[in-house]
């Protein structure tokens, strides 16, 4: 069941994504665990002023185990700064060698805009999240 629902979500981002003027790619490297990941993001704009919402998805791997994440970002644009803020709640799924594992986790996170199309971000764990988790990306 739950790759199903992966699948659905994973298939309205794409199919969403190819008139998307908010969509992007995203990768980068966690900490505890220690993986990889690559994954992609809708910006959806301002939700409430001054708060943007930015669901995403990513699939984090090494040799023991993947872990796809669902997210949704609520980050604040700090005014006049290439900085802003925010939090985060996902489903994080644990695929591994015979079974799996869901949990829903918290992150709160910091990024920094380079200029339109690239960021850096830096997430912290709060619960059921990777502790730390860096993230590069590129807006189209």
């Known amino acids: 069941m739950k790759?199903?629902?992966l699948l659905t979500f994973v298939l309205c981002l794409v199919a969403s994504a190819a008139?998307?003027?908010?969509f992007g790619l995203r990768g980068g490297y966690t900490l505890d665990p220690d993986q990889f990941h690559i994954g992609g993001h809708y910006d959806v704009g301002i939700i409430f002023e001054p708060m943007r919402l930015v669901p995403n998805i990513e699939v984090g791997f090494d040799d023991n185990f993947t872990l796809w994440a669902l997210n949704a970002d609520?980050?604040?644009d700090?005014?006049?700064?290439a900085f802003s803020i925010g939090g985060?709640?996902?489903l994080n799924i644990s695929d591994y060698d015979g079974g799996s594992n869901s949990d829903i986790g918290l992150s709160i996170l910091g990024d920094y805009r380079f200029n339109?199309?690239?960021f850096?971000?830096?997430k912290l764990g709060l619960a059921d999240s990777p502790d730390v988790k860096f993230t590069v990306g590129y807006n189209f």
Do not use: H, N, Q
């Not at 008139?19 to 908010?22: E, N, V, Y």
């Not at 700090?78 to 700064?81: A, C, D, F, Q, R």
């Open 3 to 5: 790759r199903i629902i």
């Open 116 to 118: 339109e199309k690239f």
């Open 88 to 90: 985060e709640i996902g």
């Open 78 to 81: 700090i005014p006049e700064s």
């Open 74 to 76: 609520l980050i604040w």
């Open 19 to 22: 008139s998307a003027a908010g």
């Open 120 to 122: 850096g971000e830096v």
